[in-house]
Nanobody
Framework: VQLVESGGGLVQPGGSLRLSCAAS????????MSWYRQAPGRERELVAA????????NYADSVKGRFTISRGNGKNTVYLQMNSLKPEDTAVYYC??????WGKGTLVTVSS
């Protein structure tokens, strides 16, 4: 199993970023996917999740209305569209496949 995140970077408050996670080594269409994040000094937390077929999603309260998770099953990729970013969204963002397979993360920094 390989998960490779991309799309992180430095963005000003109020800006947007789209994270991508390219998956390989398993049958992507059969597996629920999720995004987590970990800020310095804090525990890793669930940001958003999407079912295998993409029909259901859920979000942390702190990102509802601002972030959108989606998946391209033909591209074996899961996305996280992040809008109206705040400094408190600064963290390393990790892609997760199923219950236990993690990517290495991509850093998102929200700062002026």
């Amino acid at each position: 199993v390989q998960l490779v995140e991309s799309g992180g970077g430095l963005v000003q408050p109020g800006g947007s970023l789209r994270l991508s996670c390219a998956a390989s080594g398993f049958t992507f269409i059969n597996v629920a996917m999720s995004w987590y994040r970990q800020a310095p000094g804090r525990e890793r937390e669930l940001v958003a999740a999407i079912t295998a077929g993409g029909g259901s999603t859920n979000y942390a309260d702190s990102v509802k209305g601002r972030f959108t998770i989606s998946r391209g099953n033909g591209k074996n990729t899961v996305y996280l569209q992040m809008n109206s970013l705040k400094p408190e969204d600064t963290a390393v963002y990790y892609c997760k496949a199923g219950a236990r397979n993690w990517g290495k993360g991509t850093l998102v920094t929200v700062s002026s």
